[in-house]
């Protein structure tokens, strides 16, 4: 800006300039135009950001999110947004004597929106660890009901293995049938009540 006048270096800014209201030819009037243009923009962005996070929120918490590449995706168009709604604050500040205070007001607005979604986006990872943690701890509860059934059918095999001599060699002895059928029994109780404290 010099001069009472202003040079655009980008087609994109003419573009909201000329798609804007501005109601007199005067620098103030431009770049309130400039300014309301871009938070347009932002606020465009910034609900399809938070259309995008809620859809992958869902998605985590129903264990349909496997990998942090759509997580890292997300995060990248928050933080860029972040630094967007940032920049065109802390330029609104600077630019105080071209614009009113409610402009600057209103991008402090949308700089507060970005900061509550930076916020909403380091939980991603917590909530998303945590939906992987407990996949875990499934997988580790079934491994420990198997081990549950299996150790004390091992200690009965071994008693009886030491308290009758012909058990591991004599498989028409009356004790192997005995011990296989208490052995069995044991796996079945066990297994049952796996069940009902809901472990299995």
């Known amino acids: 800006m010099t001069n009472e006048k202003i040079l655009f270096h980008s087609e994109f800014l003419v573009k909201l300039v000329n798609e804007g209201e501005v109601e007199e030819c005067t620098v103030n009037s431009v770049m309130k135009s400039l300014v309301y243009g871009l938070l347009y923009e932002l606020g465009t962005r910034r609900i399809e950001v938070n259309k995008k996070l809620e859809s992958l929120l869902k998605n985590i918490t129903d264990g349909n999110v496997k990998s942090t590449s759509e997580i890292n995706q997300v995060r990248s168009e928050i933080i860029t947004l972040y630094s967007d709604s940032s920049a065109l604050y802390y330029l609104s500040k ?58 004390p059918i091992t200690a009965v095999a071994s008693i009886l293995a030491i308290s009758f001599n012909d058990l591991p060699s004599n498989l028409n002895s009356p004790y192997f049938g005995l011990s296989l059928v208490l052995l069995v029994l044991l796996g079945i109780a066990l297994t049952i009540y796996l069940r009902k404290i809901d472990w299995l």
Do not use: G, H, M, P
């Open 94 to 151: 600077k630019l105080s004597k071209f614009l009113d205070k409610e402009v600057e007001d209103d991008c402090l607005f949308a700089y507060d929106r970005a900061e509550i979604l930076i916020t909403r986006e380091s939980e991603l990872y917590n909530i998303y660890l945590t939906e992987i943690q407990n996949d875990l701890n499934i997988v580790i509860k079934k491994l420990t009901s198997i081990s549950f059934i299996f150790l």
